[in-house]
């Protein structure tokens, strides 16, 4: 009686080892270290984001080959892709004129992440200053990635910072119009 116990034990325990899954890991769009200069005292409004539902979830989609995506099972961002840009933007962008009110609206029309190749973040954007002008813009940045995870939201982490930098020049001299990528 005591061998089928133990048995049935062994393949039990088997059986619950075969369906662990491999822990998941966290990943945010905010980077560690912020930009090197002191920040000024007025922040950009976010009025609206929006990014393509394919990407909007907690976890990481990465583009596979000319076609396909897969959605990593144990890559997540820290929020869902859109609640992730909206944090690491508000966090860096900054007016350097606190007289002129800014707000800004964020339409992603891509968001690629390709390991081994690039990140690639491409959106439309429209600035408000105080006095009502809108400022329709586009900026398409990429940044190279190496082949692992951490690599490639790096090269997303810069994407977010470059378009942090060209919306916060565009609220500080909108007479200048959009600033080039």
């Keep these: 009686m005591a061998f089928p116990l133990k048995i049935t034990l062994i393949a039990a325990l088997a059986l619950l080892a075969a369906c662990r899954s491999d822990p998941i890991q966290f990943h945010t769009l905010t980077p560690a270290q912020p930009g090197g200069n002191s920040r000024p005292t007025a922040d950009i409004q976010i009025e609206s984001l929006v990014v393509p539902p394919q990407v909007d979830r907690p976890q990481i989609v990465v583009r596979q080959g000319n076609t396909g995506m897969a959605i990593l099972e144990t890559q997540w961002w820290g929020a869902s892709l ?90 500080s001299n909108p007479q200048k119009g959009c600033p080039g990528a």
């Design 82 to 171: 859109v609640d992730e840009l909206r944090s690491a933007l508000t966090d860096q962008m900054v007016n350097s004129n606190p007289q002129r009110k800014a707000s800004v609206r964020l339409e992603v029309q891509r968001f690629d992440s390709i390991p081994g190749q690039y990140g690639l973040l491409d959106v439309k954007w429209r600035l408000r200053t105080g006095d009502n002008e809108l400022l329709p813009c586009r900026s398409k940045l990429q940044s190279p990635s190496g082949p692992s995870i951490d690599e490639l939201v790096a090269a997303q982490q810069n994407n977010v910072t470059r378009l942090a930098a060209l919306i916060s020049q565009a609220a």
